[in-house]
């Protein structure tokens, strides 16, 4: 069992969360909520059996139920609501800031306009009770000119979000795939990011860095499979976005206690950990750190190691990032 203090320690540490989906944010009950508020009839009957079916066997098997639980979300208030409910979740966990994924595709494939997805996202960051930030993911399994049909939607909404990422089916859709669009966004001085090595292999980790110029990597877990890519990104203090629940979920570990996050500390890779889609992998910010720290042998060194790469790798001004970096500092000062 963890440790009182340990587990205090984390829970009231100052962190940032760099790998949220807002749509894996939604809850069953919000689900059903939403559902019974816009009409839309759900191929579960009860919130109990919609929570039954969240066992996966892969990505794809979630990512399945993702999309069909999404499918509630119609209005700029749902979106909204969404988002708020989030932000409340996170602050109680001690988030002082949050980079939030949203996938607009997933949306507008179903007639809800561009604008109510960011619009109803965007105003409850700017409500939010933390600092809050957005980055637009473009779903890999579809093609390069549908992301870039979605970027140049995006435009005339360019100071609501900070950046573009790439998520969705991973295998198969390589991220030299979307190499013109991601051009496109850092022309446009947007941040960059890529799911990569969740599921994929290490040159996909690779490609993401040389061809797409990404500055962090979402997830990147299976980097230890190459020792030459570990030197490198090790070198490049290139953050990794790990996710510990969701990838015992998705079966990308067994256990817990197999999962790579001790040694990928270990081997000096700016790990960082945070909660992927919390409403479907069993927990938040804190559930995920306490998960891991309960199953790994990990200090409160390592926590403080942690909270600190989460507020390096965040995108943030460089007096933004001191600030955050010092409060942590402050933290563990007073728990020596
Ligand atoms: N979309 C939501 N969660 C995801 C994940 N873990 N990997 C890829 N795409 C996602
Ligand atoms: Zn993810």
Not at 226 to 238: F, G, K
Not at 243 to 256: A, E, G, Q, T, Y
Not at 318 to 324: C, L, T, V, Y
Request: net charge negative.
């Amino acid at each position: 069992m963890l440790d009182e203090q340990l587990r205090h320690t984390i829970q009231q540490m100052p962190k940032a969360e760099l790998h949220i989906h807002i749509e894996g944010s939604l809850e069953p009950e919000l689900i059903f909520a939403l559902a019974q508020r816009n009409g839309v009839t759900l191929a579960y009957p009860s919130v109990e059996m919609l929570r039954e079916a969240y066992a996966f066997s892969d990505l794809q098997s979630f990512l399945d139920i993702y999309y069909a639980g999404a499918s509630v979300l119609l209005t700029e208030q749902d979106f909204y609501d969404m988002t708020a409910s989030y932000l409340a979740r996170a602050a109680a966990d001690n988030v002082r800031h949050a980079e939030i994924f949203f996938d607009p595709q997933t949306h507008t494939a179903r007639g809800v306009p561009f604008a109510t997805v960011i619009d109803g996202i965007w105003r409850a960051c700017q409500d939010a009770p933390i600092s809050a930030a957005l980055i637009m993911c473009f779903l890999r399994h579809l093609s390069e000119e549908e992301a870039l049909v979605t970027l140049e939607e995006s435009l005339p909404h360019r100071d609501k979000f900070i950046g573009v990422g790439l998520d969705s089916s991973e295998v198969g859709h390589p991220p030299e795939k979307f190499a013109r669009v991601f051009e496109r966004a850092r022309q446009l001085g947007l941040r960059l990011v890529a799911h990569a090595g969740e599921e994929g292999p290490p040159a996909y980790i690779e490609s993401a860095l040389d061809v797409l110029k990404v500055e962090r990597i979402d997830h990147g877990v299976r980097c230890l499979e190459s020792p030459a890519l570990v030197e490198r990104l090790v070198r490049e203090r290139m953050a990794l976005t790990v996710c510990p629940l969701s990838n015992i979920k998705l079966r990308v570990f067994d256990v817990m206690g197999s999962h790579n996050l001790r040694t990928l500390l270990d081997k000096g890779l700016a790990a960082t950990v945070n909660s992927d889609d919390p409403a479907y992998f069993g927990g938040y910010m804190n559930d995920n750190f306490i998960a891991a720290f309960e199953a790994l042998p990990l200090d409160a060194s390592h926590a403080r190691q942690l909270a600190r790469n989460s507020f390096e790798a965040a995108f943030v001004d460089p007096e933004k990032k001191r600030a955050f970096l010092a409060e942590v500092d402050a933290f563990f000062a007073n728990t020596d």
